[in-house]
C-alpha cells in the first residue's frame, strides 16, 4: 500500500492540477498566466465556478463577499476567552464552528460565501483580539486583497506590493488534492454543511507538513540572520536529521512554480526598496545549498514567508493568511464532491492479529 496516498488518485476533478514537472493549472489556465494578469476575486470566482467570470458576474461576486465581511461580536467574544496563548490556527477552526452555528445565511452558496468573506477577518484577528485587543474591521470599499493586508498590519505598502500580496493570495488559494481540500472533500461527502467541512480543513492545515511551514520557514531565517552562516546551518540540520522547512513536496521534484514567481517577487521588493538585501541572499543561498546536497526545491512556503516577513506581517499570522486564501478552494472541492457525491469510504488492508482469546482484567 503506497504510504500517504502518494501516487494515488482518489477522484476525478476539474478545478486544478499541479505536476512533477512544475507545472501548475487553475480550471486548465497556467499559473503564471494567472498572477500576471488576474485580481484575486477574479481567480476565486474561476476556482469556484469553472470560468473566468465577466464584469457584471465579478461585480456581483464581489460584492457578496463584501456584503458578508461582518463578524458577530458573539465570535470575537469566543476568541477573546481563549486566550493569549490559543494557536492562531485554533482561534479561526473554532470561530469558524462558531459561525456554522450562529448562521443566518439558507443557501449554501450564501454560508460559503460568509465563510470565504469572513475567514479573511479571523485570520487577521486570531492573535490580536485573544491578547484582548479590538478586532481590525474591514473596510467595504476595499478589495479582498488590500482589505486583508491593511488589517493584518498598519504598515502601508505601496503599489507593488499590494500587488504582490495578491499573488501569493492567488498561489494559495487552491492546489488540487492537497491535505486541506482531501479533508474538506471526506466531510463534504458525509453531507455534512461547508463550516464543518472548512473547519476540518482548517485543522489540517495547522501542521507544520502542511500550512505550518511558512511560519517554520520564516522562524528559520531570523535564527540563521547571515546569509554566509547558510551552509553552516543545513550542515547541522542534516546532522540531526531535521527537516528544512519550506523545502519539499509531494508533487513538485524540479521546481514549485509559486514558489519560482515569489523568488523574483521578493527580489524585485528588496530592490525597489534599495536597502539591505540579505534577506534575500539567504533563502537564495540556504536553496541553493538544499539543491546542491540533496535535490530539494523550496515550495510556496518558503517564499511566501519573507515577502510576509516585508510586509510587516507578525509571523504567527503566515497560516491564518493561507487560510483565508485557500478557504476558496475548499469551497470549490466542497461543491464539486457534493455535485458528484458517493461517501468517501476507503478500505484498509488488516495487518494485526487475528483470532485472539478474550483474558479477564484480573490474568492481564
Ligand atoms: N528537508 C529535508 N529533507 C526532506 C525535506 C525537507 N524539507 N522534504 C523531504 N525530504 C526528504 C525526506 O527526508 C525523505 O528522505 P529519505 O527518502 O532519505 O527518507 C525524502 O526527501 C522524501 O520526503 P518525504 O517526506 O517522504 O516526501 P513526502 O512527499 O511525503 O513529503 C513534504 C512532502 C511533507 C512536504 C516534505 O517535503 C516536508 O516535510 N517538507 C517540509 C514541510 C513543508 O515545507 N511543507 C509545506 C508543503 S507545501 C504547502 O503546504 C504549501
Known amino acids: 500500500m503506497p504510504k500517504g496516498l502518494a501516487g494515488v488518485s482518489v477522484t476525478d476533478t476539474r478545478i486544478s492540477k499541479s505536476a512533477s514537472d512544475g507545472s501548475l493549472v487553475y480550471r486548465g489556465y497556467p499559473i503564471a498566466e494567472l498572477a500576471a494578469n488576474a485580481g484575486f476575486e477574479e481567480t476565486a470566482y ?54 456554522g452555528s450562529i448562521d443566518q445565511e439558507e443557501s449554501v452558496e450564501g454560508k460559503e460565501m460568509s465563510l470565504e468573506a469572513k475567514m479573511s477577518v479571523l485570520a487577521a484577528n486570531c492573535l490580536r483580539v485573544p491578547r484582548g485587543e479590538d478586532p481590525r474591521r474591514p473596510k467595504e470599499e476595499l478589495g479582498f486583497s488590500d482589505n486583508l493586508l491593511q488589517m493584518l498590519t498598519t504598515r502601508k505598502a505601496d503599489e507593488y506590493e499590494r500587488w504582490v500580496f495578491e499573488r501569493v493570495l492567488i498561489f494559495y488559494m487552491e492546489h488540487d488534492m492537497n491535505a486541506s481540500s482531501f479533508t474538506v472533500r471526506v466531510v463534504a461527502s458525509t453531507l455534512a454543511d461547508p463550516y464543518a467541512a472548512a473547519a476540518a480543513g482548517l485543522a489540517s492545515l495547522k501542521g507544520p507538513l502542511h500550512g505550518g511551514a511558512n511560519e517554520e520557514a520564516m522562524k528559520m531565517f531570523l535564527e540563521v540572520k547571515d546569509p554566509a552562516k547558510a551552509q553552516e546551518f543545513l550542515q547541522s540540520a542534516f546532522k540531526q536529521g531535521r527537516k528544512v522547512m519550506g523545502f519539499g513536496h509531494r508533487v513538485y521534484k524540479q521546481f514549485d ?21 540579505s534577506l534575500y541572499r539567504l533563502c537564495d543561498g540556504i536553496e541553493k545549498g538544499m539543491w546542491e546536497a540533496k535535490k530539494i526545491p523550496p515550495n510556496l512556503d518558503y517564499y511566501a514567508a519573507p515577502i510576509f516577513y516585508l510586509l510587516g506581517i507578525d509571523v504567527p499570522l503566515y497560516t491564518p493568511i493561507f487560510a483565508a486564501s485557500r478557504v476558496f478552494g475548499w469551497m470549490a472541492h466542497y461543491n464539486e464532491q457534493v455535485e458528484e457525491n458517493k461517501l468517501i469510504r476507503p478500505d484498509a488492508i488488516y495487518v494485526g492479529p487475528a483470532g485472539l482469546k478474550y483474558e479477564p482484567i484480573e490474568s492481564r
Open 257 to 277: 512554480p509559486r514558489a519560482r514567481l515569489c523568488k523574483e517577487y521578493l527580489r524585485e521588493m528588496l530592490k525597489k526598496r534599495r536597502g539591505d538585501d
Open 46 to 99: 474561476l476556482v469556484l465556478k469553472g470560468k473566468l467570470p465577466t464584469k457584471t458576474e465579478l461585480g456581483a461576486f464581489t460584492k457578496g463577499l463584501r456584503s458578508r465581511l461582518d463578524v458577530d461580536r458573539k465570535v470575537f467574544d469566543i476568541m477573546r476567552d481563549l486566550g493569549k496563548e490559543a494557536h492562531p490556527i485554533d482561534v479561526i477552526r473554532t470561530s469558524a464552528s462558531a459561525l
